[in-house]
């Protein structure tokens, strides 16, 4: 079946670095990925949308200069969060859309922490 | 907007007890519909989907029918299991699935 994969699953860092988290799609082509956000207890919210070789469409309210995403290839995409704060601890989520089917797989995750 | 609304949560249940988890939308065109199971500390797993109305997505011995007419998609399952304890997130996806929301979730927990 289609696999995501996220690396790295968890990231400590200081406040004021930077961190890279990558999705790819390990057995399929994905034109489309999602970044999601969760939080504690919560449910997803939806980030941004990211097409491959095109610009990312942020949701309203999520700074685009602070979460940058990439999406280079049609198995890779990556989102860092540049200046990290204490609250950008979160666990990160991404989904990738194959293209031949339009179903959405998600990846296992990346949690986050700032200190 | 779209939306989705689920049953909060939590829900505790003896092992082999009857399930069922609400879920209920709203869509101004032809949403397809999923169930999503989480696992503490992992990502989301598709657990069933629906594409159209009447349908009935199954899988693990849970089900869940497409009901237009009450535009529910309720979750059940006859006889949980300890190891079904997650968090059960109900999801619609329209404009092939390029924009999906989720609800909030249930927490189910199964005790033996």
């Known amino acids: 079946g289609a696999v995501v994969s996220q690396h790295p699953s968890r990231v400590i860092c200081k406040s004021g670095t930077s961190v890279k988290i990558e999705c790819r799609s390990l057995?399929?082509?994905?034109?489309?990925m999602f970044w999601y956000r969760q939080f504690p207890k919560q449910s997803l919210m939806l980030m941004a949308t990211?097409?491959?070789?095109?610009?990312?469409?942020?949701e309203q309210g999520v700074e685009k200069d602070k979460f940058l995403i990439n999406h280079a290839s049609l198995t890779l995409s990556t989102l860092t969060v540049t200046s990290a704060h204490p609250e950008d601890s979160s666990f990160y989520i991404c989904?990738?859309?194959?293209?031949?089917?339009?179903?959405?797989?998600f990846g296992p995750g990346t949690r986050l922490t700032v200190t | 907007g779209d939306s989705v609304t689920q049953m909060e949560g939590p829900v505790t249940l003896s092992e082999e007890a009857f399930l069922t988890i609400n879920c209920t939308y709203t869509?101004?065109?032809?949403?397809?519909l999923f169930w999503y199971v989480q696992y503490p500390g992992e990502g989301l797993q598709l657990l069933l989907k629906?594409?159209?109305?009447?349908d009935k997505g199954s899988n693990k011995g849970f089900e869940a029918t497409y009901r237009k007419e009450t535009t529910s998609f309720h979750l059940e399952k006859g006889s949980v299991q300890v190891s079904d304890s997650a968090v059960y997130f109900c999801?619609?996806?329209?404009?092939?699935?390029?924009?999906?929301?989720f609800g909030a979730g249930t927490r189910l927990t199964v005790k033996p």
């Open positions: 057995d399929f082509q994905a034109t489309t």
């Open positions: 990211s097409n491959e070789g095109s610009k990312a469409t942020y």
């Open positions: 869509a101004t065109g032809y949403p397809s």
């Open positions: 629906a594409t159209k109305a009447d």
């Open positions: 989904s990738a859309r194959a293209a031949a089917t339009y179903e959405q797989y």
């Open positions: 999801a619609l996806g329209t404009y092939n699935n390029n924009d999906m929301r």
